[in-house]
């Protein structure tokens, strides 16, 4: 697995001068900053990358300008009574965002903070020449196993994009993606993509990863809901052991993040030797959202947050079926459902839908937030009603009349002729 | 909803408040145990977690509440504009309802409110008994510090009683978990000794919740026929339990032995969204709209409250946009009208005239119209009596 340093590694500063760069911040911006350079080596090359700019930044300003960006922080900071907080400074915690979002002055720190990043952000890129963007990728499957509506399916997508009919077996086109002569995995290879967090696969089940071609040229970050069980289930039988007190849950939370999870033999193969993906897993899970509960959710958070801290070119992602909750554990849904009752899982084909037609439009949602989705191509494809929905990059069309159906071969030239644009 | 498991919460419930009353009759001897037949105003309010308007009262979400929309909106004065201002966090915007000040507390209920609830003020200025004021929750984000404030002139002596009902079952299935019986909670023996075993050793009563002090509990064992029936039928039908039914009737239980003069229930099926699952977030919903009617039919049907009482149902503050970054239906922490802004319905004895009155309010205007309904009127509080309701 290439796991090549990003370029901030290898630059002038390190992360220990930036910790210097940081302590001149207001005390609320430094925990995250700080938890960061602390895992830097855990860090994506995007996230290494965000850092340096940050520091780039700060350092472009002289101490008295920096004093002046930040001195409506640093007041906002000692109305609130930070200073007299339990706050730790070194990481984020759920005592520090419970303090900050408590506090009567929350909404304006947000602003204060917001401000602060932009202006020192602003300053780091004004000396960074961009560089022209390849095409990106979101690639979303709803399988067959779940009926969607077809009336509905597509009704609250983005207005940009168009329904699409698929003349043939809409299933074909995950295969096309991932087995044929021109997967994406080879087109992004083709295309200088050697950085495996570039290419991120995300499975509510276990297929994803097993129609990988053998002879990709480059792994990707593979990550399967159903591979991931047994340390789903360790992960979370610890997890319950917190009681209801935050300053005991941040200490096991702290445990489990440092824990190194290794020679317990839970991990798939695929990630059990790529220390910066199992530590996202583990970063994933302790960040809630349903992620060690819900496949559908799984998928989605995993999304959101591969874009988040590792903007990657390219994501395929595959939502799936989820069991119906059993007697007694639908108001115990934070416990393994099968460790707490012993009948049989059965699936709930037409709730899974429910569940996965909204995660699967936040996908997308979650990929609008950032610059990078005006070079974005997003495909979301139902094999139940075999249709898609296809947003284009801003100022690129379709290259057919969305009113007439297409063929799932035609559709995917069309699709790797603009990935490789 | 299946008769079944109907049958078992139920059965349930009765047991839980019959326990409660055996309890209480060591807790506060020399009250009486049961206010019926005292004649004055009731007051329930009916927090339902975190809910936006467009999975209810926008026309996206008609379809969810059928009962609040077609049975109980035509005769309510219905506020469809209330700001929550405050934290938006359950144990936050319960305690400012209930106190009438936005409350900025731990999270977690470690400290009880830092003002007098309506509870206090009410039980105090009228010399209420402790059975008249009750908070009957679904929510495991509450603590029992809820039913009573830190101010020392008020505080607990003058809070109310408060039941996790949802805590009973929780505790039943983690402890089969716990001590490696998973079949436990798919056998009607095993689970019925479950939640027997944890009746009868509940001391301090902190698992289950309530705030009444006791010494003594024991299982009503007339009832466990009764269960034992219940828990075989709930079996045989692998239908799932829900924790907001069961608190309802926890609470249909509550009105009928002790008829309380102020009842508020939480119910909490759709904090499921946290996990991620809209579909069981909806459900969460459908539910929550027919508890709230079955609530109200109840209220006609028992002689104590029918025609004196005052019902009002809202949610505590909505959920994040669909593209926030805080990821949407699964959270309620974005500074947005998505979470800040919802509604709130009025029905019965303050509800005479039907009215939807489009002026902003707020949650904390709650707490000053409650206590202007029972004639306290000089109360030193920031929000204002609520338009459109009768005196």
Redesign the interface.
């Known amino acids: 697995m290439n796991e090549r340093p990003g370029k901030a590694q290898t630059g002038t500063l390190s992360p220990d001068a930036y910790r210097g760069l940081v302590d001149r911040l207001p005390l609320t911006m430094r925990p995250a900053l700080n938890q960061q350079l602390s895992q830097w080596s855990l860090l994506f090359p995007f996230e290494q990358n965000r850092v340096a700019s940050l520091m780039k930044g700060i350092e472009a300003f002289s101490p008295s300008g920096l004093g002046a960006v930040t001195a409506p922080l640093w007041a906002l900071e000692k109305k609130m009574g930070v200073k007299d907080w339990n706050f730790s400074e070194t990481h984020d915690t759920i005592e520090n965002a419970?303090q900050l979002?408590?506090?009567?002055y929350?909404?304006e720190w947000?602003r204060e903070v917001q401000k602060v990043f932009d202006t020192v952000n602003a300053a780091a890129q004004s000396a960074t020449p961009t560089a022209a963007e390849r095409t990106r990728l979101i690639f979303l499957i709803l399988p067959r196993s779940l009926p969607v509506s077809p009336q509905s399916v597509w009704r609250?997508w983005d207005p940009l994009g168009h329904e699409v009919r698929i003349s043939d077996d809409s299933e074909r086109l995950c295969e096309l993606a991932l087995q044929g002569q021109q997967d994406l995995v080879t087109l992004a290879a083709q295309q200088g993509g050697v950085e495996s967090s570039d290419v991120w696969l995300i499975d509510a089940e276990a297929k994803l990863h097993s129609m990988l071609s053998n002879v990709s040229p480059i792994a990707a970050s593979s990550l399967g809901y159903a591979a991931l069980k047994p340390f789903r289930d360790r992960f979370l039988a610890e997890l319950n052991q917190a009681p209801?007190?935050?300053q005991a849950t941040d200490e096991i939370v702290a445990k489990l993040r440092l824990e190194s999870w290794e020679g317990w033999g839970l991990w798939p193969a695929e990630i059990a030797n790529q220390p910066r993906l199992r530590k996202f897993v583990i970063d994933l899970f302790l960040s809630?959202?349903?992620?060690l509960?819900?496949s559908?959710?799984f998928v989605?958070?995993a999304v959101?947050e591969a874009l988040r801290r590792a903007r990657p070119r390219t994501i395929v992602a595959r939502f799936g079926m989820?069991s119906?909750?059993?007697?007694?554990?639908?108001?115990?849904?934070?416990?393994?459902q099968?460790?707490?009752?012993?009948?049989p899982d059965?699936d709930d084909p037409?709730?899974?839908a429910?569940?996965a037609v909204?995660?699967a439009?936040?996908a997308w949602?979650a990929a609008?937030?950032y610059p990078e989705q005006q070079q974005t191509l997003c495909i979301c494809v139902s094999e139940h009603c075999d249709s898609a929905y296809v947003v284009p990059p801003a100022g690129k069309r379709l290259g057919w009349g969305p009113e007439h159906p297409i063929a799932s071969e035609e559709l995917y030239r069309w699709l790797t002729t603009q990935y490789l644009s | 909803m299946d008769p079944s498991r109907r049958n078992l919460l139920k059965a349930t419930s009765v047991l839980l408040v019959e326990h409660l009353a055996n309890s209480r009759k060591f807790a506060f001897a020399g009250e009486p145990v049961s206010a019926s037949g005292r004649d004055e105003r009731k007051v329930i309010v009916v927090a339902c977690g975190g809910i936006r308007r467009a999975e209810t009262f926008l026309d996206t979400g008609l379809e969810n509440i059928p009962h609040l929309y077609h049975d109980l909106l035509p005769r309510s004065v219905f506020y469809p504009l209330i700001r929550n201002a405050g934290v938006t966090s359950h144990y936050n915007t319960i305690s400012s309802i209930l106190t009438g000040n936005w409350q900025r507390l731990d999270d977690w209920g470690k400290t009880p409110p830092a003002n007098p609830t309506f509870f206090e003020y009410l039980r105090k200025r009228m010399a209420l008994p402790q059975d008249a004021a009750w908070v009957i929750s679904s929510n495991k984000a509450l603590t029992s510090r809820i039913g009573a404030s830190s101010i020392r002139d008020f505080g607990p002596r003058y809070g109310a009683n408060v039941i996790f009902p949802k805590q009973l079952l929780i505790n039943a299935v983690i402890q089969a978990a716990s001590q490696g019986h998973p079949e436990h909670s798919a056998d009607r023996v095993a689970m019925r000794q479950e939640l027997e075993a944890i009746l009868q050793h509940a001391d301090n009563y902190e698992g289950l919740g309530w705030s009444v002090s006791g010494n003594e509990s024991f299982l009503d064992l007339r009832m466990q026929s009764s269960m034992q029936q219940a828990i075989e039928e709930l079996v045989r039908t692998n239908a799932p339990v829900t924790g907001d039914e069961f608190t309802l009737l926890i609470s249909e239980e509550v009105m009928r032995r002790f008829s309380p003069s102020l009842l508020a229930i939480t119910f909490s099926d759709v904090e499921v969204a946290h996990f991620g699952s809209y579909s069981m977030h909806l459900a969460g919903i459908r539910t929550m709209d027919r508890l709230v009617y079955e609530l109200w039919n109840l209220i006609q049907e028992l002689p104590a409250y029918r025609g004196r009482t005052t019902l009002f149902v809202l949610p505590e503050f909505g959920r994040d946009f669909d593209g926030s970054n805080t990821n949407g239906f699964f959270n309620h922490r974005s500074n947005n009208d998505s979470t800040n802004l919802t509604w709130l319905m009025c029905l019965g004895e303050a509800a005479r005239s039907a009215d939807v009155i489009e002026r902003p309010i707020q949650h904390i205007d709650l707490c000053p119209t409650i206590a202007g309904m029972f004639g306290i009127e000089d109360l030193d509080l920031p929000g204002k009596r609520l338009p459109g309701l009768s005196s």
């Open positions: 419970s979002a408590r506090s009567e929350y909404s947000r609250q209801k007190d935050i809630g959202n349903g992620a509960i819900f559908n959710a989605e958070w959101a989820r119906k909750p059993k007697p007694f554990t639908s108001i115990a849904i934070f416990e393994n099968q460790r707490v009752s012993s009948l059965v037409e709730n899974s429910v569940d909204i995660l439009r936040y949602l609008s937030r």
